[in-house]
């Protein structure tokens, strides 16, 4: 079980410090912002809460007096909830309001650590056993300790959660607003170690062994940690995995649409614009390329579309209509294809008119529909 704790501390520190070290490649052009300034501060104290979380595991003394490690720890992480909520502040507003209730935090987290050092002393920490801050033994003085220390963490990710919906709202940076959303992600999960941390505390102090389920609150704390260390820092890599996602969404359109096209493609090779080719260095323009002429060879084929002939076996009644529709249009392409290459022309084909309600101006719902159409072709090419 203590391997557990522990591996969940360092992950805590090394996604800590991950995000430490990638912000701080930024200090040339971005120190002078006070909210960098405080960011920094924020992942700082990240740091020492979860190194100094990972010496106390080790056990023993920490600069020669007991438990000390704890104590810096439960310091450092009050201290770093503080910033994280002045961070916020600072990030949804830079006026006298915001300035005025990141003070209001300063204080508090100074009054907080103050009571947790007097608590610490007066329920003589340094000569304890360091299981007695796991569990609090039932003494009423390290118990208040504990509960205090849980306290000091669960409200600030109440009031965290709470601001964050509204700020996202507000802001139109896109990247700003993920990372708003990722945060407040962060927020829940951390209250969850509040919660199951405050559970192990009074079910030890009650006397209740609760076994491997002690371990909740490692959990939570290792996940809400990276989370957070990743909403930290999202405005940098946030733009660059988005751009990596749409890429990957339209490499993954461009293959799906590959069968609709090479058999269009076979039947008139006028539609392509230039040769057939494996490359995706410019894949944008591929995919654009992809549907046009996906267009143009379904219009080559319109004369030979029969109205009246019956479809294949397409979807059942619980698939969607959108569903049911690309299957008719995909049956209806494969029995035209086999249609114009043995030169019959159905007499009451597809000739006049468009693409009936499907002809659009949005390329995003475009390719959407066509992909739906292509992977309907694709099962009919499997069960023929």
């Not at 000390?68 to 002045?86: D, E, G, K, W």
């Not at 996940?223 to 995995?241: D, R, Y």
Request: with cysteine; glycine share 6%.
């Amino acid at each position: 079980m203590n391997t557990i704790r522990t591996l969940c501390f360092v992950i805590a520190a090394l996604s800590s410090y991950a995000a430490l070290v990638y912000r701080l490649c930024q200090a040339r052009r971005s120190w002078k912002d006070s909210a960098y300034r405080a960011l920094i501060t924020t992942l700082l104290l990240q740091c020492l809460t979860f190194t100094m979380g990972a010496v106390a595991m080790g056990g023993g003394t920490f600069l020669g007096v007991g438990n000390l490690a704890i104590l810096c720890m439960h310091l450092a992480a009050v201290a770093f909830c503080v910033s994280a909520q002045i961070i916020l502040l600072k990030w949804a507003d830079a006026d006298e309001e915001a300035l005025r209730k990141a003070r209001y935090w300063l204080y508090t987290g100074i009054a907080l650590n103050v009571l947790l050092t007097a608590l610490f002393l007066l329920a003589d920490g340094p000569g304890r056993p360091a299981t007695d801050f796991d569990t609090g033994s039932g003494q009423p003085l390290v118990l208040t300790y504990l509960l205090a220390f849980i306290v000091s963490q669960a409200i600030p990710c109440v009031t965290i959660f709470r601001q964050c919906g509204p700020y996202a709202r507000m802001t139109d940076n896109a990247s700003l607003r993920q990372a708003l959303r990722m945060l407040s992600v962060a927020a829940v999960v951390l209250f969850l170690y509040c919660s199951a941390r405050t559970v192990n505390i009074l079910t030890a102090a009650a006397g209740v062994d609760i076994g491997v389920w002690k371990l909740a609150s490692n959990i939570f704390s290792a996940t809400g940690i990276v989370i957070l260390s990743l909403s930290l820092t999202n405005s940098s890599w946030g733009p660059s995995a988005t751009r990596l996602l749409e890429w990957a969404r339209s490499y993954r359109s461009y293959r799906a649409l590959y069968p609709l096209w090479r058999d269009l493609y076979e039947s008139s090779p006028d539609i392509a614009l230039e040769p057939p080719g494996a490359s995706v260095s410019d894949l944008d323009y591929r995919l654009h390329r992809r549907v046009v002429e996906i267009r143009d060879g379904w219009r080559d084929l319109r004369p030979y579309i029969d109205r009246t002939a019956p479809g294949a076996d397409g979807p059942g009644k619980e698939a969607s209509e959108e569903s049911r529709q690309a299957f008719t249009e995909a049956a209806q392409i494969k029995q035209a294809l086999i249609a114009k290459r043995t030169g019959t022309v159905p007499h009451d084909n597809k000739d006049a008119g468009d693409f009936d309600d499907r002809d659009t101006d949005n390329f995003t719902a475009e390719v959407a529909w066509l992909t739906k159409v292509a992977a309907a072709y694709s099962k009919l090419g499997t069960a023929s």
